[in-house]
């Protein structure tokens, strides 16, 4: 499978697929392993292969700092704690914040550490095995568990756009829970109270939790009237939209900017620069794949996406950037609230072929969130610092740009 590309296919099932399907690599760009395809399985993400020498037995002792929900077969989904077959600081091994700065090697240690212990739920029943991983989840810190696997689990590493990878997987036989977890008083508030789910994360997120302790809340199936599981992945994009929603109208309280911002930042071979535009706000991600990237490999010209919401917000799901878009609108609103200002956002991301591997739509996050600030006079300055910065040619961006091409902005090209 070595070198496989649409224009390479080495292998003859890949190239079935491909008949079959109707799959190219402009909606591989889109679907990203969605499965908009119409597949079990990504042909392109099956390819990745991690090779790590651990022991893995069926019963193991360690700290459980989050949870895992898959969404296949869904309301039938796994469900389970993960956790370390050792003590250390799990915390580290859950929280993208923690990871900024860390290559994909740690990155991929830290998740390939965790083993994923799962059974199959309903996501509305309550069950006990839905009761003990919600007091692990809700829990302050990382409760040690004792785990009891039906077969030893074998070691495999599950790689998505949006969520971070995910380590072995073993179905479970027991699972005790060793100590008492400590849950806040504001957790068990909004847990208990008859509250629906939007509501107990804005709450929590007021009181300073951040979004990937809300995204554990929320697929756990704590929060809510009527409590509910929700599979990781969607779990993510659903707290970003929520709390960026909330922030939208309270930024929309503030006074406009009074001179043009640049934000700018390159991780995990993701390059972002983004214009903040003295006017109300406004919306737009602009994503350039360019040739190589580990969606793009075998392309021969770069791909730019486009998805972009008014002052009045967006109807539909931004499909063709998906997750990405969420939490890089999160990440942006989070900087206009800490400025306390009100902007129009264009986003320029370059995926470059040094983005070799998805780890998840928190690099988006976490790239906008650390990303820094210059000030600018006038439009003019701004753009060519921006120009100056881009790999891309730029009229690439301005044939797909909505703000670029508004009747106000048109004087500056």
Known sequence: MKHQSFLTPRCKIFVDIYKSTDINKEKCI?????????????????????????????????????????????????YGPLSLPFDDDAEIYDNPKLWYGDGFNEIINYRSSLIRSMEKVRVDKESKIVEDVQEIVLSEKPVDIEVKLKKKPKFNILFSAISQPMGPLGRIEELKITENPKISKEVDKVVNDDIKAENALDILYKEGYDVYSLTRFLSSGALGIEKKIVPTRWSITAVDDIIGKKLISEIKD??????????????????????????????????????????????????????????????????????????????????????????CALVFREVTPDYFLPVGVWECRENVRNAEMNFFDTMKEALDYIKSRLSTDFDLWKRKSVILNQETLESFF
């Open 30 to 78: 889109v679907c990203k392993g969605r499965l908009f395809c119409g597949l079990s399985k990504c042909p392109i993400l099956a390819q990745i292969r991690v090779q790590k020498m651990v022991t893995l037995d069926r019963e193991f002792f360690g700290p459980s700092p989050s949870l895992f929900v898959g969404w296949k077969n869904y309301p039938h989904v796994y």
């Open 254 to 343: 503030f006074q406009i900017i009074d001179r043009y911002i640049v934000l700018s930042n390159s991780y995990l071979g993701n390059h972002f620069e983004i214009l903040l535009i003295p006017k109300k706000w406004e919306f737009e991600t602009l994503e350039a794949w360019i040739p190589d990237t580990f969606w793009t490999m075998g392309a021969e010209k770069i791909n730019i996406t486009s998805e972009y919401e008014t002052y009045f917000g967006r109807k539909t799901y931004a499909i063709k950037q998906g997750g990405g878009y969420y939490a890089i609108r999160f990440g942006v609103l989070e900087r206009l609230k800490e400025l306390k200002r009100q902007a």
